[in-house]
């Protein structure tokens, strides 16, 4: 059977990077939650007899979400996709959004809040990472590809974040942190599973290190683009996630002879350059039109609920359902009898 993407103990020396960068990532988001939280939240959150909630009110909180979806993805980077420590990462994720939402309904505020909230943040994530480091055992390559699957898809969606008025002075400065968070988490998974490859040695990795940094300069230059242009002019920033995962394939595969497999990497990434716009579509009419999530997020919280001609939005969810869809399909054609039986599989292409 032709190896896959499955994890070996034996992996380049730069491939131990993954575990202190995803620890600073993960930080990174920590401190992005905090300030969300307890300084830009009580700046938007509306208030008075006549308020009123409309489309994209609640974008802080939303950011929020997508600042803790990068937490529970640095926290798995950490771990090198470990099955220890993507359970461990997902759990506290879980959990993160749970504080979130008592946090919230308590309204809590002021930047001595947000400087607590950070640095206890910072503190879990470290805790997290250190248990994570004397249990974990071997890096998958996998649950990396599926981490960096999760940041592709989310970060446009970040990017585009708007609000009502799209006035807030900290709105462009926020989408554009917790995107360029994501951004960094793409690349730097898609690189850590690239160079998990399965017999230990991999000459090309000068050229995934360019490449690597080649996606990042592209990315930051995508972000920025998106949030100079009007937000009507935002849809083609879709690109920026296909671009992203077109990234991802050519970063995670195996490369035969020290360079990508064109022949499988062509048809892997015209699938995800259809499959991202999509299956962001489907997940959006699903999870914002179809059931009542958002909704019951923003009533736990203690929020003015979205008026009925409006949409309560939550493009957190939408953005890593894409993600772990398309992470899903990635590691299942790597497992199918047309990947095992030797020939250019999805997005191997060894």
């Known amino acids: 059977m032709r190896a896959g993407w499955r994890g070996t103990a ?19 988001a920590a401190v992005g939650w905090a300030i969300g939280l307890a300084v830009l939240q009580p700046l938007t ?36 996709g470990d099955r220890w420590a993507t359970r461990a990462g997902v759990a506290a ?7 979130d ?40 390559r996998r649950a990396l590809v599926a981490v960096a699957a999760v940041g592709a898809a989310l970060t446009p969606l970040a990017a585009m974040i708007e609000s009502p008025t799209d006035t807030e002075p900290a709105l462009t400065p926020a989408a554009l942190v917790v995107s360029g968070i994501l951004l960094a988490l793409t690349v730097g998974a898609a690189l850590a599973a690239g160079l998990a490859v399965p017999d230990g040695t991999d000459a090309a990795t000068p050229a995934r290190l360019a490449l690597a940094v080649t996606v990042l300069a ?6 920025a683009w998106t949030r100079l242009v009007e937000p009507h002019e ?22 035969p002879a020290g360079r990508p497999a064109w022949d499988a990497q062509g048809a892997t990434i015209a699938v995800l350059a259809i499959g991202y716009p999509v299956l962001t579509f489907f997940w959006m009419f699903l999870l914002m039109f179809g059931t009542p999530i958002a909704t019951l ?23 890593s359902a894409t993600g772990l869809t398309i992470g899903a399909l990635l590691v299942t054609a790597d497992r199918s009898p047309y990947a095992a039986g030797g020939s250019a599989a999805l997005p191997d292409g060894s």
């Not at 994720?93 to 504080?99: D, K, P, Q, S, T």
């Not at 935002?234 to 490369?255: D, E, K, N, Q, V």
């Not at 929020?303 to 493009?315: C, E, G, H, K, Q």
């Open 10 to 28: 034996d992996t380049p020396p730069l491939a131990g990077i993954a575990s202190p960068a995803g620890v600073v990532v993960a930080a990174a």
């Open 45 to 80: 959150e509306p208030s008075g007899p006549d308020a009123y909630a409309e489309n994209n009110t609640y974008w802080v909180r939303d950011l929020r979400f997508m600042a803790v979806v990068a937490i529970a993805l640095g926290l798995i980077l950490a771990g090198r």
């Open 93 to 99: 994720g879980a959990l993160w959004i749970g504080a």
């Open 101 to 140: 939402v008592v946090l919230d309904r308590s309204d809590l505020a002021g930047w001595p809040a947000a400087g607590t909230l950070a640095a206890l943040g910072c503190l879990a994530v470290g805790a997290v990472a250190a248990i994570q480091r004397r249990r974990a055992h071997r890096p998958r």
């Open 218 to 223: 592209l990315g930051a230059a995508g972000l």
């Open 234 to 255: 935002r849809a083609p920033s879709l690109l920026l996630g296909i671009m992203l995962l077109a990234g991802l394939s050519l970063l995670s595969a195996h490369w």
């Open 297 to 319: 997020l923003t009533a736990l919280a203690g929020s003015i609920p979205v008026n009925s001609a409006d949409t309560d939005s939550l493009y957190a969810l939408v953005g």
